[in-house]
């Protein structure tokens, strides 16, 4: 059993569907089964996903919550082509990502990935 502490109007994903909670406080929530999930901190909203980078953290996203699709897969590579192109900073990103997904561990490259658009979003990468 997962046990979450949800601030006031945080959202949390959960395979497809989306939980917010309407609060004045913190709520501590507690989830069992076996779909994926994602809090707001490491997600991004489909309306904000403008760079390459951007829309790389987002496809991992719906390839977390949604499952790998073919599709998912070719938008990827272009994507990562796209993002190692930027910079430096940012092939080591993917470098990075392509270990998580070796080791079958989607969640902790969104998590990744996540922290690095945070930081570099007012860069622009």
Not at 5 to 20: F, Q, V
Not at 23 to 37: L, N, S
Not at 99 to 112: K, T, V, Y
Request: glycine residues 4%.
């Amino acid at each position: 059993m997962l046990k979450l502490a949800i601030k006031p109007g945080e959202k949390i994903y959960i395979g497809r569907s989306t939980l917010l909670i309407r609060a004045d406080t913190t709520v501590t929530v507690y989830i069992d089964g076996e779909q994926p999930i994602l809090k707001d901190r490491e997600a991004i909203d489909p309306d904000m996903a403008k760079t390459p980078l951007q829309k790389l953290h987002l496809l991992l996203q719906e390839i977390y919550l949604h499952g790998q699709s073919v599709q998912h897969m070719a938008h990827y590579r272009g994507l990562v082509r796209e993002v190692e192109a930027q910079s430096e900073a940012a092939a080591g990103l993917v470098r990075r990502i392509e270990q998580w997904l070796a080791d079958d561990n989607c969640f902790m490259a969104i998590r990744e990935i996540a922290r690095f658009t945070r930081r570099s979003d007012s860069s622009n990468i």
